[in-house]
């Protein structure tokens, strides 16, 4: 075989393995995993604006996760990042480079189907099927160490079936399940909208892997741990009782 021979043959398998690797990394991120950029603050301090988030797309949702979700309507605002170029979409696209799309949110799951959500109790706790929640381990601090109330906005829901009630960590700064309570759209009741589909889940996402400063795994908090299933089925349209706070 001549040297140009081998060269060709080269270049041959060359391809085939730069093509095969990109098959393999667009399975995985399709079916088992994906990096996404996180856009806001709504989710600080646990997420801090532009850190890096794997998300794994195998496991089922549960209460305390921290997930991605398509956007269910009418839910995302504020500028949009600013677009890659061909490289860059190209590199994302098989997972190299995190997420940028502007369809997708991500919040902690406070509720899943059937489950009945209060805010708040006597003393100023979100309640899950009568059990209170002690978020002191995740809610957003200030500087000075203050920490946001669990909820400035009142309501009383029960979860319907398929679907799940998401909040941010910064309670202040997040258009969570609770500013959606008194939607109205075309096709379902009103506040349908506020309880994401559980369809739309993308994965969850499971530890912060840049920057470096802030990698950490996003583990269900343990006040989790002691939430009792609803007392009832869930029911097929959302139990909700709310004011006019919940449009925020």
């Not at 998300?55 to 269910?72: H, M, T």
């Amino acid at each position: 075989m001549t040297f140009g021979q081998h060269v060709l043959a080269f270049a041959k398998e060359l391809v085939v393995v730069v093509i095969g690797a990109v098959i393999v990394a667009s399975l995985l991120r399709g079916f088992v995993g994906q990096m996404f950029l996180i856009p806001s603050s709504s989710m600080e301090n646990t997420l801090l604006i532009n850190d890096r988030v794997a998300v794994e797309k195998i496991s089922s949702v549960k209460r305390g996760e921290v997930v991605v979700f398509a956007d269910p309507g009418g839910w995302l605002s504020g500028p949009a990042p600013a677009e890659r170029g061909p490289v860059g979409r190209a590199l994302e696209f098989v997972g190299v480079l995190p997420d940028t799309g502007t369809e997708h949110l991500i919040k902690r799951v406070i509720g899943l189907p059937g489950d009945e959500v209060i805010c708040c109790d006597d003393k100023g706790r979100i309640t899950v099927n009568g059990q209170a929640l002690d978020e002191s381990g995740y809610l957003y601090r200030a500087a000075d160490g203050t920490q946001v109330a669990p909820s400035e906005i009142p309501f009383d829901v029960v979860v319907p079936a398929d679907r799940m009630f998401v909040m941010g960590d910064h309670r202040n700064n997040s258009r969570d399940s609770r500013c959606h309570l008194n939607d109205e759209r075309s096709g379902g009741p009103k506040g349908l909208n506020g309880f994401v589909s559980l369809d739309l889940v993308v994965g969850r996402g499971f530890a912060v892997v840049w920057p470096l400063s802030s990698a950490s795994r996003l583990r269900i908090p343990a006040t989790f741990d002691t939430v009792p299933p609803g007392k009832k089925p869930a029911p097929a349209q959302p139990q909700i009782d709310a004011g006019p706070e919940a449009s925020c």
